[in-house]
């Protein structure tokens, strides 16, 4: 082989030896640095990474925000109808955050509470983020029984359309 050829061989392997090295790299930090939305139905079945950072999504339940008196601290939980997640944040909340609103908070758990470190609210009355109406949608579709109390009769209640038993 040619001295010459020899060497732009050697350049070329080096090259893309470094240019695979760095694709490697950037593919391993986006990865890490990745925060998937959640919803609680999908925390409960154990499906959100335990100790890594992800997005809790769904909807403030009635009655459950407390203010930690003296402090920024504030407790709520967040639901999407079917399960709960307890959340505890440090720090100033958005203006739009209240009971029954849409939001999406970013932290991890810790404990069995999610433990928040971002919070975001939803703008206005019409609005709600399209990875939490699919997150609710999809608790909806793998809750084909509603739970006691929503009017609904589910499989296996006795009772046909129509009211006859």
Do not use: C
């Not at 925000?65 to 100033?92: A, E, N």
């Amino acid at each position: 082989m040619n001295p010459v050829r020899k060497r732009r061989l050697i350049i070329t392997l080096l090259i893309l030896g470094a240019v695979a090295v760095a694709t490697g790299l950037s593919v391993f930090a986006l990865q890490r640095n990745m925060t998937y939305l959640y919803s609680p139905s999908e925390v409960d079945a154990g499906k959100a990474p335990d100790g890594h950072a992800f997005r809790l999504g769904g909807i403030v339940k009635e009655g459950s925000v407390h203010r930690v008196s003296g402090t920024l601290t504030t407790d709520f939980v967040i639901t999407d109808r079917f399960q709960s997640i307890p959340v505890t944040y440090t720090g100033i909340l958005p203006d739009l955050f209240r009971v029954g609103q849409s939001t999406i908070t970013t932290g991890s758990m810790k404990g069995g509470k999610f433990v928040a470190t971002q919070v975001l609210a939803k703008h206005d009355a019409t609005y709600m983020p399209p990875q939490v109406a699919q997150a609710i949608a999809k608790a909806k579709e793998e809750h084909r029984i509603p739970k006691a109390g929503t009017g609904d009769q589910g499989p296996g209640t006795g009772k046909q359309p129509g009211g006859a038993p």
